[in-house]
């Protein structure tokens, strides 16, 4: 399993909930809420590192270009204690200077052993 490069991502990291739950609504106006699946509440980041050296992007962008948007990878998400399984089917990469870059991806959790 490959780990993702210890390049840490600028401030203002987005990251993003989207728990699996299955609602039955009844004639009265009752509901009933039930969580459906073991793994429901995989997260969604969206890290940008901002005025990188190019150096430091091109061993991001080679490193997700090696997965190919299929293969999961760990990453330890900035404030979190320990790393998940992602993988990354978009990212984006821009030279606003000379030798600097910015690098947006989007990291989303999987369920794997």
């Known amino acids: 399993m490959a780990t993702f490069p210890s390049i840490t991502p ?3 990291l987005r990251k993003s909930s989207s728990p ?3 609602q039955v609504q009844f004639g ?15 997260k969604v980041y969206n890290p940008t590192w ?7 992007a091109d061993t991001i962008s080679d ?5 190919g948007g299929s293969e999961s990878f ?13 993988v990354c089917q978009s990212w984006s990469k821009s030279i606003p200077y000379l030798n600097r870059a910015t690098i947006q991806a ?8």
Request: net charge negative.
């Open 74 to 86: 760990d990453w330890t998400p900035p404030g979190e204690s320990s790393a998940s399984k992602f």
């Open 28 to 42: 009265d106006g009752y509901s009933q809420r039930i969580v459906f699946g073991l793994n429901q509440n995989l």
């Open 10 to 12: 600028s401030y203002g």
């Open 106 to 113: 989007n990291f989303q959790e999987v369920a794997e052993p």
């Open 63 to 67: 490193f997700l270009d090696a997965r």
């Open 50 to 56: 901002h005025n990188i050296s190019e150096t430091d």
């Open 20 to 22: 699996r739950v299955n």
